[in-house]
């Protein structure tokens, strides 16, 4: 059975080619397509059952109409994955939305990502979208110039060189420090990653809350801090990048090893916050009268566990909306639908969702 085109559409719409392909990529060009017209050709193409030669597109535009979407050595994509899955979400729906498909590559390895990178030719993707959790080696450098469209997500590369979309870790620090305070903490802990090369946000939230603590005359207390940099050991336990089990026993440590209890933590995420609640449970203390929790990224746990976890939201969907936006804009900077003005890096800022467990009421 010969494919349907454009003309056999026109045709049984009583239209031009040129209406129905304005129509039918959503185009927002100089051709004005009344809201009848449109419903028409819409049914028509449904019961033709005409589908898009993408080929065809994309040699008439001579672009692919793929972006490339690569993950840094340590992140995997997988089922579960909610941190990557939702930022992947973003990204995805700004694609659909403007008739881009995405190429996924990832490695665990260092040199595995470097064979999925060089995959990522230019006659193969328009652009390169790579999420990352540390500034990426130089040693990829000249893979990633070769793809003259790149944008980053959580860190920048080569300086100002290619536009990012970052998240606000002091902000999200202070937000989580001043609520604490507010609530009547007086005593507060961190528990950070205890990896042997821990993340780039997380090194940094660690280092701001240090910071924030001090601006505001609090007491820093080594003994209610726990990450990689203050137990020479913890780096080659098992559970060591397992951000649970890190609450869990970096909860434990400092309890049964401080000369006097936090009232309040701070996790680098919400799981090492769910793993602190655990420990507490177990150990009979009760959460937040004993110790306030507060972790970071709103993960969908927070509200069915008991009590309910304050977080920091980390606004991951539209981290990967404003990804994909950035670099269809500088893709398309001679279409229409695009305002050409330079791409620059965003910063997206957090925001406070207190729930129980720093004191807060559940509201039904």
Same mark, same amino acid.
């Given at each position: ?33 009344? $809201? &009848?017209? *449109?419903?028409?050709? !819409? ?9 898009? /030669?993408? @080929?065809? =597109? ?125 609530? $009547? &903490?007086? *005593?507060?802990?961190? !528990? ?9 946000? /997380?090194? @940094?939230? =660690? ?125 398309? $900077? ?20 207190? =729930? ?9």
């Amino acid at each position: 059975m010969p494919r349907v085109t454009l003309k056999d559409v026109a045709q049984q719409a009583g239209c031009s080619p040129g209406v129905v392909s304005a129509v039918l990529n959503k185009s927002k060009g100089n051709i004005g397509v009344a $809201q &009848a017209t *449109r419903e028409r050709v !819409l049914e028509v193409a449904k019961v033709l059952k005409y589908r898009p /030669n993408h @080929a065809a =597109r994309a040699l008439a535009r001579r672009r692919t109409m793929t972006l490339g979407l690569a993950f840094a050595p340590g992140i995997t994509v997988k089922a579960g994955a909610l941190f990557q899955m939702r930022m992947i979400q973003g990204i995805e729906s700004v694609c659909h939305e403007h008739g881009y498909d995405i190429l996924l590559v990832q490695g665990n390895q260092s040199d595995s990502v470097e064979s999925a990178l060089l995959r990522l030719a230019p006659d193969r993707v328009d652009g390169l979208i790579m999420i990352l959790r540390n500034q990426l080696n130089e040693h990829y450098m000249d893979i990633v110039e070769d793809l003259k469209h790149v944008v980053s997500i959580g860190h920048t590369i080569d300086g100002d060189t290619y536009p990012a979309v970052l998240y606000d870790n002091d902000g999200a620090m202070m937000l989580a420090i001043d609520h604490l305070i507010a609530q $009547q &903490a007086s *005593r507060i802990g961190f !528990l950070g990653e205890c990896r042997s090369q821990p993340h780039g946000d /997380n090194l @940094a939230r =660690r280092n701001a809350f240090r910071q924030i603590l001090t601006d505001r005359q609090m007491t820093v207390n080594d003994q209610w801090i726990h990450c990689r940099d203050m137990r020479a050991d913890v780096c080659s336990q098992p559970w060591a990048g397992d951000a649970f089990r890190e609450g869990y026993f970096g909860t434990r440590y400092i309890f049964e090893h401080a000369d006097t209890k936090p009232d309040a933590l701070v996790g680098y995420n919400d799981l090492a916050i769910a793993g602190a609640l655990r420990y507490l449970t177990e150990a009979g203390f009760k959460c937040p009268q004993d110790c306030m929790l507060i972790g970071v990224d709103d993960s969908e746990f927070c509200t069915t566990s008991t009590p309910t976890l304050s977080t920091i939201s980390q606004p991951l969907e539209a981290m990967g909306q404003q990804a994909a936006t950035m670099l269809l804009q500088m893709i398309e $900077q001679d279409a229409q639908n695009f305002e050409a003005r330079p791409v620059t890096t965003q910063v997206l800022e957090p925001k406070l969702i207190a =729930r129980e467990s720093t004191g807060v009421e559940r509201v039904m």
